[in-house]
């Protein structure tokens, strides 16, 4: 059986110090796919880049910041998919371009769409190359950045492992520049929150930064892959991580011993699609927390919904002091929803098999 791993490229790595495009790096990682490919795996590519390659062809000051991203990937997503393009063709494989948006994943049919998209190319030998279609996605529309994307691709195409390719090893315990600080080497469930060590800066062409890594590596690693964050500059990155025994230094995020189902593995990158809110009282919130995965969210716990939804869209979980606990589909309109509040003996809000908690 072939492995399948997902593989995020960043801005950074694929970004010559001169502005636009790293070709050679580009050709070395496309070398290392291509070598993998070889010796049985699939591999599906998130690949930033884009608004890179588009900025190193147009100078206008006088555009704003959703304008110029426009237009700048517009023209540097033909350019990058090029690029790639040329590049697996010497190495006699065949890629292909998967743009997307949030918006188009909100909905399962959506969802299971792009998943069978991919499917069949990885089923005829294609290499998936992905990348948000930020042409059109802006604003609250936007995945955070590919980061996210590829946390959703990764759960979405039942990969075994997501690799996060940055311009550093991995997470530091301290600022990456100073001496004394060490890559943290391995993040264990139930101990992700790494917060204390996560520099907020933004890489130089990337929306993100490591706090979003962290973030969706741990919320990845939940659901049962192993995520990994390592350097992307590194030659022969992506063979000595898959292929090696060398001990590569890299942050490893291990998996969960209880994957996710395939329905909760979409729900748990639902909540930026969230259309309301369903507020809980103490008791519910420790009955969720405390109890088996089997809890669903009961209307006799319920204090308060915000929000207009429809039945089966997603909503967040919410206790009485604000805090989000989770996120899943409703079974109710938030009209009917309402009129149910604090009542026993009704159907849940949330199913417990459609609810994924934080």
Same mark, same amino acid.
């Given at each position: ?21 790293? &070709?050679?790096r ?37 555009l ?6 426009? &237009?700048?990937?517009?023209?540097g ?63 609250e ?19 075994e492992?997501?690799?996060i390719l ?65 350097n ?8 000595k991580?898959?292929t ?28 930026g ?29 319920v ?21 989000? &606990? ?16 604090g ?6 809000i ?9």
């Amino acid at each position: 059986m072939k492995k399948r791993i997902a593989v995020k490229i960043g801005s950074n790595v694929l970004a010559a110090k001169e502005g636009g495009l790293d &070709l050679s790096r580009i050709k070395q990682i496309v070398s290392q796919v291509s070598t993998l490919h070889k010796q049985g795996f699939e591999i599906i590519m998130v690949s930033s880049g884009a608004v890179a390659a588009g900025r190193s062809l147009i100078t206008d000051d006088k555009l704003d910041a959703v304008s110029a991203r426009q &237009l700048f990937s517009a023209i540097g997503q033909a350019k990058l998919i090029n690029h790639y393009h040329t590049f697996f063709e010497e190495e006699g494989l065949v890629c292909g371009q998967v743009l997307t948006t949030k918006e188009s994943l909100s909905t399962r049919s959506h969802y299971l769409n792009q998943r069978n998209c991919m499917e069949v190319m990885l089923q005829h030998g294609v290499v998936p190359i992905v990348n948000e279609n930020d042409t059109i996605s802006v604003t609250e529309l936007m995945f955070t950045d590919n980061d996210e994307l590829s946390g959703m691709v990764a759960t979405m195409m039942g990969a075994e492992k997501l690799i996060i390719l940055s311009n550093i090893d991995g997470i530091y315990n301290g600022n990456p520049s100073d001496a004394n600080s060490s890559v943290i080497r391995e993040v264990y469930p139930g101990k992700r929150d790494l917060s204390n060590y996560i520099q907020t800066s933004k890489s130089s062409y990337g929306r993100g930064g490591m706090q979003t890594k962290t973030h969706i590596a741990s919320k990845v690693a939940d659901e049962g892959l192993e995520v990994i964050i390592a350097n992307g500059k590194k030659d022969d990155i992506l063979l000595k991580l898959l292929t090696s025994d060398e001990d590569v230094v890299c942050t490893r995020f291990l998996p969960s011993k209880e994957p996710a189902t395939s329905i909760k593995k979409w729900i748990a990158h639902s909540d930026g699609f969230a259309r309301g809110k369903v507020i809980i009282n103490e008791g519910a919130k420790q009955a969720l927390i405390e109890g088996d995965s089997a809890s669903s969210v009961l209307f006799v716990g319920v204090v308060r919904i915000d929000g207009d939804f429809e039945k089966d869209d997603i909503v967040k979980v919410m206790d009485e002091e604000g805090n989000q &606990l989770g996120v899943g589909k409703a079974q109710y309109k938030s009209d009917d929803a309402r009129k149910l509040i604090g009542k026993k003996g009704k159907k849940p809000i949330i199913h417990c098999d459609y609810l994924y908690l934080f």
